[in-house]
Nanobody, 123 residues
């Protein structure tokens, strides 16, 4: 299974970006999907996750109300719409796929990872 993340870039505070993650080599609808991020010198942290159908979504408190995770099972792609970006959102963002049913907020439970895409928010 391969994950390809894209959409990162430089944006001013208050702006928006949409990240995409294309999945190939597996049955996309069988995976829970998530987004994590890692800032320099910090641990990887949970950002958002979506159930296999996309009907249930989950967010870190820090992004609740600003970010939206969606998935298109017909296109084997998940998205992260990021609005009202803040400087503290600056990080490398990773998409991940999980075959299991454990804690979706724990990055150790995810089986496959994308390469990461850098988001830089200037203040």
């Amino acid at each position: 299974v391969q994950l390809q993340a894209s959409g990162g870039g430089l944006v001013q505070a208050g702006g928006s970006l949409r990240l995409s993650c294309a999945v190939s080599g597996g049955t996309f609808s069988r995976y829970r999907m998530g987004w994590f991020r890692q800032a320099p010198g910090k641990e990887r942290e949970f950002v958002a996750a979506a159930s296999r159908s996309g009907g249930a979504t989950f967010y870190a408190d820090s992004v609740q109300g600003r970010f939206t995770i969606t998935r298109d099972n017909a296109k084997n792609t998940e998205y992260l719409q990021m609005n009202s970006l803040k400087s503290e959102d600056t990080a490398v963002y990773y998409c991940a796929a999980d075959r299991g049913y454990s804690d979706r907020r724990d990055y150790r439970n995810y089986d496959y990872w994308g390469q990461g895409t850098l988001v830089t928010v200037s203040s």
